[in-house]
């Protein structure tokens, strides 16, 4: 079952992405690295690509701080409108966390927190 605001045929509301932000970005390169067999493709000293060695990236590591939104995992769902979902989101009482944004090649992310406090990413064409 698909909501108006959050998927639909194409885009169905599934998992679509993780991002990993550690406080330590190249030691967790190496340890999901040598723990998954992933490829790990280092954009900058703060963010790498990683997944599959035949495939495309399914996800990210990057380097929390000051500015990160979030620390530790977060899983991004597929949406047809990332400002839809969102507000849909923060109606149902989650708390907006990451404004929607760009992001190059991707499409546009939001982050949010469920009603428990659990960071939730969007991902929109």
């Not at 045929?9 to 190496?30: K, L, Q």
């Not at 280092?42 to 790498?48: E, H, K, P, Q, S």
């Amino acid at each position: 079952m698909t909501s108006a605001t959050t998927g639909n045929a194409e885009f169905p509301s599934t998992p679509a992405w993780f991002d990993i932000s550690a406080v330590d970005a190249p030691r967790a390169h190496r340890f999901y690295r040598e723990l998954f067999g992933w490829r790990v493709d280092a954009l900058d000293a703060t963010y790498a690509l990683v997944g599959a060695a035949d495939g495309e990236p399914a996800g990210g590591i990057g380097q929390s701080g000051p500015g990160s939104p979030y620390t530790g995992i977060v899983v991004y769902f597929r949406v047809a409108d990332v400002d839809l979902a969102l507000a849909k989101a923060e109606e149902l009482g989650g708390r907006r966390r990451l404004e929607p944004q760009a992001v190059p090649g991707r499409g546009r992310i939001a982050v949010f927190d469920d009603p428990d406090g659990n960071p939730v990413g969007l991902l929109g064409a």
